[in-house]
Protein backbone atom coordinates (compact mmCIF):
# COMPACT_ATOMS: atom_id res chain seq x y z
CA UNK A 1 0.00 0.00 0.00
CA UNK A 2 3.45 2.25 0.93
CA UNK A 3 3.45 2.44 -3.22
CA UNK A 4 0.34 4.46 -3.85
CA UNK A 5 1.74 7.64 -1.49
CA UNK A 6 3.30 10.05 -3.24
CA UNK A 7 7.47 9.64 -3.52
CA UNK A 8 8.33 12.66 -2.49
CA UNK A 9 6.99 11.72 1.25
CA UNK A 10 9.66 8.79 1.83
CA UNK A 11 12.38 11.62 1.42
CA UNK A 12 10.65 13.83 4.36
CA UNK A 13 12.32 12.97 7.81
CA UNK A 14 10.70 14.42 11.26
CA UNK A 15 12.12 16.96 13.06
CA UNK A 16 15.26 16.36 15.11
CA UNK A 17 14.32 19.37 17.41
CA UNK A 18 11.01 17.51 18.23
CA UNK A 19 11.99 14.41 18.60
CA UNK A 20 14.99 15.38 21.44
CA UNK A 21 12.06 17.32 23.25
CA UNK A 22 9.81 14.36 23.00
CA UNK A 23 13.08 12.61 24.73
CA UNK A 24 13.34 15.16 27.47
CA UNK A 25 9.53 15.08 28.33
CA UNK A 26 9.78 11.13 28.44
CA UNK A 27 12.70 11.90 30.86
CA UNK A 28 12.07 12.62 34.40
CA UNK A 29 13.43 15.74 35.80
CA UNK A 30 15.08 16.78 32.82
CA UNK A 31 15.46 20.50 31.83
CA UNK A 32 15.01 20.94 27.90
CA UNK A 33 16.56 24.07 25.99
CA UNK A 34 15.36 22.73 22.80
CA UNK A 35 12.18 24.86 21.69
CA UNK A 36 12.50 28.34 20.20
CA UNK A 37 9.39 28.64 22.36
CA UNK A 38 9.16 32.14 24.39
CA UNK A 39 8.59 31.80 28.28
CA UNK A 40 6.31 34.96 27.66
CA UNK A 41 2.54 34.78 27.22
CA UNK A 42 1.13 36.48 24.49
CA UNK A 43 -0.13 39.93 25.48
CA UNK A 44 -3.30 40.55 27.01
CA UNK A 45 -4.33 43.63 24.70
CA UNK A 46 -3.96 40.94 21.76
CA UNK A 47 -5.63 38.12 23.67
CA UNK A 48 -8.44 40.79 24.58
CA UNK A 49 -9.54 41.48 20.92
CA UNK A 50 -9.45 38.19 19.33
CA UNK A 51 -12.15 37.63 22.11
CA UNK A 52 -13.77 40.14 21.47
CA UNK A 53 -13.85 39.39 17.71
CA UNK A 54 -14.93 36.47 18.53
CA UNK A 55 -17.61 37.62 20.66
CA UNK A 56 -19.10 40.32 17.74
CA UNK A 57 -19.41 36.65 15.91
CA UNK A 58 -16.28 37.27 13.23
CA UNK A 59 -16.33 34.10 13.11
CA UNK A 60 -16.69 33.66 9.07
CA UNK A 61 -15.19 33.23 5.99
CA UNK A 62 -12.99 36.45 4.94
CA UNK A 63 -10.95 37.18 1.92
CA UNK A 64 -8.59 34.73 0.82
CA UNK A 65 -5.44 37.33 1.67
CA UNK A 66 -6.55 38.72 4.69
CA UNK A 67 -8.69 41.83 6.48
CA UNK A 68 -7.35 44.39 4.50
CA UNK A 69 -7.39 46.33 7.52
CA UNK A 70 -5.18 44.24 8.76
CA UNK A 71 -2.66 43.94 5.42
CA UNK A 72 -2.93 48.21 5.68
CA UNK A 73 -1.55 47.43 8.73
CA UNK A 74 1.05 45.14 7.76
CA UNK A 75 2.21 47.41 4.97
CA UNK A 76 2.56 50.71 7.28
CA UNK A 77 4.31 48.57 9.98
CA UNK A 78 6.90 47.67 7.75
CA UNK A 79 7.14 50.97 5.90
CA UNK A 80 7.63 52.44 9.26
CA UNK A 81 9.94 49.91 11.68
CA UNK A 82 12.21 48.26 8.87
CA UNK A 83 12.35 50.59 5.96
CA UNK A 84 10.28 48.01 3.46
CA UNK A 85 7.38 49.25 0.92
CA UNK A 86 4.81 46.88 0.32
CA UNK A 87 1.10 47.74 -0.36
CA UNK A 88 -1.73 45.70 0.44
CA UNK A 89 -1.98 44.00 -2.72
CA UNK A 90 1.24 42.57 -2.22
CA UNK A 91 1.14 41.03 1.19
CA UNK A 92 -1.02 37.60 2.01
CA UNK A 93 -2.10 36.90 5.61
CA UNK A 94 -0.26 32.97 5.86
CA UNK A 95 -0.95 30.53 8.43
CA UNK A 96 2.55 31.47 10.38
CA UNK A 97 5.78 31.38 8.64
CA UNK A 98 5.51 28.08 7.90
CA UNK A 99 2.80 28.31 5.14
CA UNK A 100 4.40 30.90 4.07
CA UNK A 101 7.74 29.23 3.03
CA UNK A 102 5.44 26.53 1.47
CA UNK A 103 3.71 28.57 -0.24
CA UNK A 104 6.88 30.43 -2.09
CA UNK A 105 8.73 27.50 -2.80
CA UNK A 106 5.42 25.41 -4.14
CA UNK A 107 5.14 28.85 -6.59
CA UNK A 108 8.74 28.63 -7.28
CA UNK A 109 9.82 25.47 -8.00
CA UNK A 110 9.24 22.84 -11.05
CA UNK A 111 10.67 19.35 -10.47
CA UNK A 112 14.69 19.38 -10.25
CA UNK A 113 14.74 22.62 -9.54
CA UNK A 114 17.97 23.74 -7.31
CA UNK A 115 17.37 25.65 -3.84
CA UNK A 116 20.33 26.54 -2.14
CA UNK A 117 20.42 27.11 2.07
CA UNK A 118 23.40 27.77 3.73
CA UNK A 119 24.28 25.85 6.48
CA UNK A 120 23.45 25.56 9.61
CA UNK A 121 19.85 26.12 8.37
CA UNK A 122 16.58 25.58 10.17
CA UNK A 123 15.82 21.87 8.75
CA UNK A 124 12.28 22.88 7.96
CA UNK A 125 13.72 24.39 4.77
CA UNK A 126 15.43 21.20 3.29
CA UNK A 127 11.87 19.07 3.84
CA UNK A 128 9.66 21.81 2.05
CA UNK A 129 12.21 21.97 -1.09
CA UNK A 130 11.42 18.16 -1.00
CA UNK A 131 7.95 18.16 -0.92
CA UNK A 132 7.99 20.78 -3.50
CA UNK A 133 9.98 18.11 -5.56
CA UNK A 134 13.30 20.76 -5.67
CA UNK A 135 16.46 20.21 -5.02
CA UNK A 136 17.96 21.34 -1.90
CA UNK A 137 21.26 21.95 -2.29
CA UNK A 138 23.08 22.54 1.45
CA UNK A 139 26.26 25.15 1.50
CA UNK A 140 28.14 24.98 4.82
CA UNK A 141 29.23 28.28 5.94
CA UNK A 142 30.90 27.20 9.80
CA UNK A 143 34.29 27.74 7.96
CA UNK A 144 33.22 31.51 7.25
CA UNK A 145 31.75 32.38 10.58
CA UNK A 146 28.41 31.80 9.63
CA UNK A 147 28.72 33.83 7.19
CA UNK A 148 27.97 33.81 3.04
CA UNK A 149 31.26 34.44 1.25
CA UNK A 150 31.52 34.71 -2.66
CA UNK A 151 34.06 32.47 -3.72
CA UNK A 152 32.21 29.53 -2.15
CA UNK A 153 28.79 30.23 -3.24
CA UNK A 154 29.51 30.90 -6.49
CA UNK A 155 30.20 26.78 -6.47
CA UNK A 156 26.78 26.23 -5.31
CA UNK A 157 24.64 28.06 -8.20
CA UNK A 158 24.10 26.07 -11.26
CA UNK A 159 21.81 26.60 -14.28
CA UNK A 160 18.92 24.63 -12.40
CA UNK A 161 19.25 27.10 -9.59
CA UNK A 162 15.85 28.54 -8.85
CA UNK A 163 15.93 30.31 -5.18
CA UNK A 164 18.48 30.90 -2.14
CA UNK A 165 17.14 31.05 1.31
CA UNK A 166 18.36 33.96 3.24
CA UNK A 167 17.48 33.71 7.19
CA UNK A 168 19.24 36.73 9.55
CA UNK A 169 19.21 36.55 11.83
CA UNK A 170 19.85 32.57 11.97
CA UNK A 171 18.43 30.07 13.52
CA UNK A 172 20.35 28.20 15.12
CA UNK A 173 23.71 30.60 15.43
CA UNK A 174 21.90 33.72 16.29
CA UNK A 175 23.85 35.42 13.85
CA UNK A 176 23.44 38.16 11.15
CA UNK A 177 24.76 38.25 7.53
CA UNK A 178 26.93 40.81 6.77
CA UNK A 179 27.74 43.28 3.95
CA UNK A 180 29.90 41.07 2.67
CA UNK A 181 27.52 37.77 2.98
CA UNK A 182 24.61 40.25 1.40
CA UNK A 183 26.86 40.88 -2.05
CA UNK A 184 27.91 37.97 -2.53
CA UNK A 185 24.08 37.31 -2.56
CA UNK A 186 23.68 40.21 -4.99
CA UNK A 187 26.38 38.67 -7.35
CA UNK A 188 24.96 35.36 -7.87
CA UNK A 189 20.96 36.79 -8.47
CA UNK A 190 21.88 39.89 -10.69
CA UNK A 191 20.49 39.61 -13.98
CA UNK A 192 19.37 35.39 -13.04
CA UNK A 193 16.04 34.08 -13.21
CA UNK A 194 16.42 33.53 -9.30
CA UNK A 195 14.38 34.57 -5.86
CA UNK A 196 15.98 34.90 -2.64
CA UNK A 197 13.62 34.27 -0.07
CA UNK A 198 14.12 36.58 2.94
CA UNK A 199 13.02 34.35 6.30
CA UNK A 200 13.18 37.56 8.52
CA UNK A 201 11.13 35.93 11.56
CA UNK A 202 13.44 37.38 14.03
CA UNK A 203 13.91 40.29 12.75
CA UNK A 204 12.59 42.48 15.77
CA UNK A 205 14.63 40.15 18.24
CA UNK A 206 18.26 42.03 17.27
CA UNK A 207 20.72 43.13 20.15
CA UNK A 208 22.62 45.43 17.40
CA UNK A 209 22.51 48.57 15.44
CA UNK A 210 24.29 46.95 12.23
CA UNK A 211 21.53 44.91 10.68
CA UNK A 212 20.00 44.64 7.39
CA UNK A 213 18.08 42.53 5.85
CA UNK A 214 18.08 41.21 2.12
CA UNK A 215 14.86 42.58 1.18
CA UNK A 216 15.67 46.37 1.56
CA UNK A 217 17.44 45.80 -1.26
CA UNK A 218 14.92 47.40 -3.26
CA UNK A 219 16.44 47.14 -6.70
CA UNK A 220 16.15 43.29 -6.36
CA UNK A 221 12.94 43.41 -5.02
CA UNK A 222 10.88 41.76 -7.97
CA UNK A 223 13.11 38.70 -7.10
CA UNK A 224 12.38 38.82 -3.49
CA UNK A 225 9.88 37.49 -1.11
CA UNK A 226 10.23 37.62 2.10
CA UNK A 227 8.26 35.65 4.98
CA UNK A 228 7.45 36.75 8.35
CA UNK A 229 5.99 35.76 11.23
CA UNK A 230 3.86 36.79 15.25
CA UNK A 231 5.45 33.59 16.77
CA UNK A 232 8.55 34.60 18.20
CA UNK A 233 8.39 38.63 18.92
CA UNK A 234 4.52 38.55 20.31
CA UNK A 235 4.86 35.19 21.79
CA UNK A 236 2.13 33.66 19.45
CA UNK A 237 3.78 30.36 18.37
CA UNK A 238 0.52 28.74 18.88
CA UNK A 239 -1.77 31.16 17.29
CA UNK A 240 0.20 29.74 13.98
CA UNK A 241 0.07 33.43 12.32
CA UNK A 242 2.21 35.21 9.55
CA UNK A 243 2.73 36.83 6.30
CA UNK A 244 3.94 37.15 3.09
CA UNK A 245 5.50 40.09 1.08
CA UNK A 246 6.28 39.73 -2.49
CA UNK A 247 6.58 41.68 -5.56
CA UNK A 248 2.45 41.93 -7.46
CA UNK A 249 4.14 40.21 -10.18
CA UNK A 250 3.58 36.35 -9.08
CA UNK A 251 1.24 37.57 -6.20
CA UNK A 252 -2.07 36.26 -7.59
CA UNK A 253 -0.15 33.24 -8.37
CA UNK A 254 0.82 32.20 -4.60
CA UNK A 255 -2.36 33.17 -3.69
CA UNK A 256 -4.15 30.82 -5.31
CA UNK A 257 -2.05 28.17 -3.29
CA UNK A 258 -2.41 29.69 -0.20
CA UNK A 259 -6.40 29.36 -1.24
CA UNK A 260 -6.39 26.45 -2.33
CA UNK A 261 -4.15 25.20 0.69
CA UNK A 262 -5.57 26.75 4.29
CA UNK A 263 -8.60 29.33 2.32
CA UNK A 264 -7.64 31.94 4.81
CA UNK A 265 -6.09 32.26 8.56
CA UNK A 266 -8.87 32.82 10.87
CA UNK A 267 -11.00 36.07 11.08
CA UNK A 268 -10.46 36.61 15.03
CA UNK A 269 -6.92 36.16 15.10
CA UNK A 270 -6.31 38.54 12.02
CA UNK A 271 -8.10 40.77 14.23
CA UNK A 272 -5.41 39.89 17.00
CA UNK A 273 -2.53 40.81 14.80
CA UNK A 274 -3.39 44.04 14.18
CA UNK A 275 -3.23 44.85 17.52
CA UNK A 276 -0.03 43.00 17.87
CA UNK A 277 1.80 45.14 15.58
CA UNK A 278 1.04 47.89 18.00
CA UNK A 279 2.53 46.17 21.24
CA UNK A 280 6.32 47.38 22.19
CA UNK A 281 8.62 44.26 22.15
CA UNK A 282 11.67 46.27 23.52
CA UNK A 283 10.77 44.55 27.27
CA UNK A 284 10.92 40.81 26.06
CA UNK A 285 13.67 42.02 23.76
CA UNK A 286 15.50 43.76 26.85
CA UNK A 287 14.96 40.26 28.68
CA UNK A 288 16.24 37.93 25.90
CA UNK A 289 19.78 40.25 25.68
CA UNK A 290 20.37 39.47 29.54
CA UNK A 291 19.72 35.98 29.19
CA UNK A 292 21.94 35.93 26.45
CA UNK A 293 24.55 37.80 27.76
CA UNK A 294 24.33 35.72 31.37
CA UNK A 295 24.39 32.35 28.63
CA UNK A 296 27.11 33.41 26.79
CA UNK A 297 29.38 34.11 30.44
CA UNK A 298 28.83 30.70 31.37
CA UNK A 299 29.59 29.15 28.05
CA UNK A 300 32.66 31.17 28.03
CA UNK A 301 33.76 30.09 31.51
CA UNK A 302 33.34 26.41 30.38
CA UNK A 303 35.75 26.58 27.75
CA UNK A 304 32.98 26.48 25.30
CA UNK A 305 33.62 28.44 21.97
CA UNK A 306 30.95 29.92 19.88
CA UNK A 307 30.19 32.52 17.18
CA UNK A 308 28.30 35.64 19.32
CA UNK A 309 24.44 35.67 18.64
CA UNK A 310 23.53 39.06 17.37
CA UNK A 311 19.90 38.21 16.86
CA UNK A 312 17.31 35.42 17.93
CA UNK A 313 17.41 33.43 21.30
CA UNK A 314 19.95 30.93 20.56
CA UNK A 315 23.51 30.29 20.44
CA UNK A 316 25.64 27.32 18.69
CA UNK A 317 28.65 26.42 20.74
CA UNK A 318 31.01 23.87 19.46
CA UNK A 319 31.56 20.51 21.05
CA UNK A 320 34.08 19.70 18.37
CA UNK A 321 37.39 18.77 21.09
CA UNK A 322 34.98 16.07 22.71
CA UNK A 323 35.33 13.64 19.83
CA UNK A 324 31.79 12.58 19.60
CA UNK A 325 28.59 13.52 17.50
CA UNK A 326 26.81 16.40 18.26
CA UNK A 327 24.12 13.67 18.35
CA UNK A 328 26.28 11.20 20.28
CA UNK A 329 26.78 14.32 22.84
CA UNK A 330 23.25 15.35 23.12
CA UNK A 331 22.26 11.69 24.02
CA UNK A 332 24.26 11.66 26.51
CA UNK A 333 23.97 14.77 27.71
CA UNK A 334 19.85 13.76 28.75
CA UNK A 335 21.08 10.10 29.72
CA UNK A 336 24.09 11.66 32.28
CA UNK A 337 22.93 15.10 32.98
CA UNK A 338 19.31 14.89 32.59
CA UNK A 339 19.82 18.09 30.04
CA UNK A 340 18.15 18.74 26.30
CA UNK A 341 19.47 20.55 24.06
CA UNK A 342 19.86 20.27 20.02
CA UNK A 343 22.12 18.62 17.73
CA UNK A 344 24.20 21.19 15.31
CA UNK A 345 23.18 17.82 12.69
CA UNK A 346 19.62 18.69 12.66
CA UNK A 347 20.76 21.88 11.32
CA UNK A 348 23.63 20.60 8.54
CA UNK A 349 26.31 21.35 11.00
CA UNK A 350 28.13 18.53 12.77
CA UNK A 351 30.39 19.72 15.88
CA UNK A 352 27.85 21.90 17.64
CA UNK A 353 24.95 21.97 19.49
CA UNK A 354 21.68 24.64 19.48
CA UNK A 355 20.99 26.17 23.38
CA UNK A 356 17.80 28.38 23.38
CA UNK A 357 18.22 31.03 25.62
CA UNK A 358 14.36 31.95 25.78
CA UNK A 359 13.63 29.83 29.02
CA UNK A 360 13.38 31.42 32.04
CA UNK A 361 16.17 32.40 34.35
CA UNK A 362 16.00 29.61 36.43
CA UNK A 363 15.23 27.07 33.83
CA UNK A 364 19.06 28.17 32.08
CA UNK A 365 20.64 28.60 35.45
CA UNK A 366 19.79 24.60 36.14
CA UNK A 367 20.24 23.92 32.65
CA UNK A 368 23.67 25.47 32.61
CA UNK A 369 25.08 23.98 35.90
CA UNK A 370 24.15 20.82 34.57
CA UNK A 371 26.05 21.15 31.52
CA UNK A 372 28.91 22.50 33.39
CA UNK A 373 28.65 19.32 35.11
CA UNK A 374 28.60 17.09 32.40
CA UNK A 375 31.51 18.78 30.52
CA UNK A 376 33.47 18.38 33.56
CA UNK A 377 32.76 14.75 34.07
CA UNK A 378 33.51 14.24 30.21
CA UNK A 379 37.17 16.67 30.78
CA UNK A 380 37.87 14.27 34.29
CA UNK A 381 39.13 18.33 35.62
CA UNK A 382 37.51 21.23 36.95
CA UNK A 383 36.36 24.16 34.43
Known sequence: MTDLLNHAVYGLRRSAIREYSALAAKTPGCVALTLGEPDFDTPSSVIDTACTSLHHGETH????????????????????HNGLFYSADE??????????????????LNPGDEVIIPTPAFGLYEQI????????????????????????????VSDKTKAIIINTPNNPTGCIYDEESLAAVVDVIDGKNMFVICDDVYRQLIYTDDYHSFAERSEYRDQIIVVQSYSKPYAMTGWRMGYLMMPQSIKERLELIHQYVVVSTPAPFQKACMEALGCDVSA????????????MDRLEKMGLSFTVPLGGFYVFPSIEKYGMTSDMFCRRLIEEAKLALTP???????????LTYCYDDGALKEGLDRLEGFLRKLEGTSL
Open 61 to 80: YIANNGDRQLLEKISAFEKE
Open 91 to 108: IIVTAGATEGLFVSLFGI
Open 129 to 156: VLMCRGVPVLMDTSQDGFQIRKQKLVQF
Open 284 to 295: MRNTYEKRRAYV
Open 344 to 354: GSCFGCEGHVR
